[in-house]
């Protein structure tokens, strides 16, 4: 049995979405927000007390992307996955990469410096230089679904579920209003689809049955 840690709005959604678009059975961990200052337990399962953090046998992985891309690969074969052979293979890959690494990023600093960090340290600077970071970044985004329903390979893969995730974080911090209207409609899209509903109701009811409350939104 998969182990997904997570905290409502965070990351893991990325893998939570994952595996149910893929109809895998796991159990879900809610945690609060941070867990590295809130549940010191879970630094023994992972001392970077980030989340995700997905157990799965002897594996433990903690990179939101590499897990969907893991889960993908290890428990496919799925079209959800871009294969090797596939013309669209590199710009797959490319995406997997950007979801986190270039469009996440400068979004923890807009959270960071607007919400999270007490209010003498917020730095509005920070937080208005990092959202237009962002958005410049997400041009890539708004040129491509300009002329194709998903990112790539003509079908709905993980890279959609990985950058649709930064979609949902922009959309939570107060971004989603500056999205071109590309973006706009590929981000509306993405929230219609089935296994995107099932992971929210389950991203809930986990909270709710599990007592933990959504303290913040990222
Ligand atoms: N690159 C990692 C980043 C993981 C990460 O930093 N997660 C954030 C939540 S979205 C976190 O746990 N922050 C709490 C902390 O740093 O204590 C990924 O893609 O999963």
């Known amino acids: 049995m998969i182990t997904l840690y997570h905290c ?45 953090l997905m157990i799965d046998g002897d594996l433990k992985m903690t990179e939101s992307s590499g897990i969907c891309h893991y889960l993908g690969t290890k428990y496919g ?4 996955i871009v294969g090797v052979d596939e013309p669209a293979y590199g710009t797959f890959l490319n995406w997997m990469y950007f979801s986190d690494a270039t469009l996440t990023f400068p979004q923890t600093l807009v959270l960071r410096y607007s919400r999270l ?3 003498e340290r917020r730095n509005p ?3 208005t230089d990092y959202a237009k970071w962002f958005l410049g970044r997400l041009r890539a985004v ?18 959609d579920i990985v950058i649709g995730y ?33 992971a929210r109701e389950a991203e809930r009811r986990a ?12």
């Open 77 to 80: 074969p799925t079209p959800l």
């Open 166 to 198: 930064a979609l949902r974080l922009a959309d939570s911090i107060g971004l989603s209003g500056d999205f071109g209207p590309n973006v706009a409609a590929y981000w509306a899209r993405l929230q219609q689809r089935d296994s995107y509903k099932r």
């Open 117 to 119: 960090e007490p209010e």
């Open 125 to 127: 600077q920070v937080a």
């Open 207 to 218: 909270g709710v049955e599990q007592k933990v409350a959504p303290r913040l939104r990222l």
């Open 142 to 159: 708004e040129t491509v679904t300009g002329n194709v329903e998903t990112l790539c390979a003509g079908r709905f893969t993980a890279a």
């Open 8 to 52: 409502d709005g965070a990351r893991s959604f990325r893998p939570l979405w994952m595996l149910e678009e893929m109809g895998l059975a796991y159990e879900l961990k809610m945690l609060p927000f941070p867990p590295r200052v809130l549940a010191k337990d879970y630094l023994a399962l992972n001392p970077l007390g980030t989340i995700p």
